[in-house]
């Protein structure tokens, strides 16, 4: 599975913007699909979740600010950012962790990343 993400980009802070990542075949399974961040000299960071029934997770300093979302039968995960600030600035990866009976034969597949820069 290749996952492509797309609209990152710079924006004021304040601005909104959305990011959308695309699986190239649908997942049968149940699975989850995410964004996780990365900031120039900081580890990657889980930004938000969501699983195949829509349960949703996010990250304490995005939470009221950032929606994800999915749609099953596009292979989509979308990641609606508002109310941005400096500190939302990084690389933004999408994630999808496609589930096993076992979660030893759990699969994990990245995007490539999409720049997202906040001014201030």
């Known amino acids: 599975v290749q996952l492509q993400a797309s609209g990152g980009g710079l924006v004021q802070s304040g601005g909104s913007l959305r990011l959308s990542c695309t699986a190239s075949?649908?997942?049968?399974?149940?699975?989850?699909m995410g964004w996780y961040r990365q900031a120039p000299g900081k580890q990657r960071e889980l930004v938000a979740t969501?699983?195949?029934?829509?349960?949703?997770n996010y990250a304490d300093s995005v939470k009221g600010r950032f929606t994800i979302s999915r749609d099953n039968a596009e292979n989509t995960v979308v990641l609606q950012m508002s109310s941005l600030r400096p500190e939302d600035t990084a690389v933004y990866y999408c994630?999808?962790?496609?589930?096993?009976?076992?979660?030893?034969?759990?699969?994990?597949?990245w995007g490539q990343g999409t720049q997202v820069t906040v001014s201030s």
């Open positions: 994630k999808l962790q496609v589930l096993a009976l076992s979660p030893k034969y759990d699969r994990e597949y």
């Open positions: 075949r649908r997942v049968s399974s149940r699975s989850i």
């Open positions: 969501i699983t195949t029934d829509d349960n949703t």
